[in-house]
């Protein structure tokens, strides 16, 4: 597997993917508090957000939550504007999707399609992963208050390995059986924690990185982690198609 993936080349497409990836979380965050906010109240939807941003390493938790109670307050606004600001987030979103799929079907040996298919597709994806990610917020916010944490964390890994599965499924354009991305799933699940977590300790115990970058440490530590998420995403990806290589493979008998 280490092998197949200095073939690949999975750490420079993580790169890339990665630096969308840390570029589309604000139009992330505009579009799920604008889309939701359609059939719940944006303040809501930006008060769900904020509680999962908290989680982020050092202080770029504390930035995204600021930025989410801006987009969520009432703003005059323009119609120039606010097209603007559409067209920026669903190019952000679409590209950093775009990036990660691209690098998924590589993985998977797939043909590359035409430009403008790949950039639907990529759109359609993240748009639908936005939602899903801002309906998972408040819908675990809300098992928090009702249940307690344990349940909502039991909730909140169950949504992301359900989430990690459909990308995994997605990204190798469903030529895989759905066996196959459960285990694989369930690893991101647990990486994507650890990364949160490693990082945030890295951060609160290694003073060198806030003396150096400063309040900027955060956000340095955000970029680090949103290309350790890509990375264990391809990984994922790459163990999914060994895993149905190898359930496709005849068992030879002695």
Not at 1 to 24: I, K, P, T, V, Y
Not at 93 to 108: F, K, P, W
Not at 144 to 166: H, N, Q, Y
Request: proline content about 4%; some cysteine.
């Amino acid at each position: 597997m280490f092998g197949a993936q200095r073939e690949l080349h999975l750490s420079s497409s993580a790169a890339s993917a990665g630096f969308w990836l840390f570029l589309s979380i604000v139009p992330a965050a505009v579009a799920i508090v604008n889309v939701l906010g359609l059939v719940l109240d944006q303040q809501d939807v930006a008060d769900s957000l904020g509680n999962l941003a908290e989680v982020f390493p050092g202080t770029s938790g504390q930035l995204l939550v600021e930025r989410l109670q801006t987009i969520a307050a009432p703003s005059a606004g323009t119609g120039v504007t606010d097209t603007v600001l559409v067209v920026v987030c669903l190019w952000t979103i679409s590209t950093a999707m775009h990036e990660l799929l691209g690098a998924m079907g590589r993985v998977h040996q797939l043909p590359r399609g035409s430009f403008v298919t790949r950039r639907l597709v990529a759109l359609g994806v993240g748009l639908i992963g936005i939602i899903a990610i801002g309906a998972s917020a408040v819908w675990i916010i809300a098992a928090d208050r009702s249940t307690g944490p344990i349940p909502a964390k039991v909730i909140e890994g169950a949504l992301v390995t359900i989430m990690a599965g459909a990308l995994l499924l997605i990204g190798a354009q469903r030529t895989v059986p759905v066996k196959s991305v459960i285990i694989p799933g369930i690893s991101v699940t647990l990486i994507l924690y650890f990364i949160g977590r490693g990082l945030t300790v890295y951060i609160t115990f290694a003073p060198n990185m806030s003396r150096i970058y400063g309040t900027a440490a955060g956000v340095m530590a955000a970029m680090l982690a949103a290309y350790l998420g890509a990375f264990a995403v391809l990984l994922a990806s790459l163990a999914t198609r060994i895993l149905t290589n190898r359930s496709a493979s005849p068992t030879v008998r002695s």
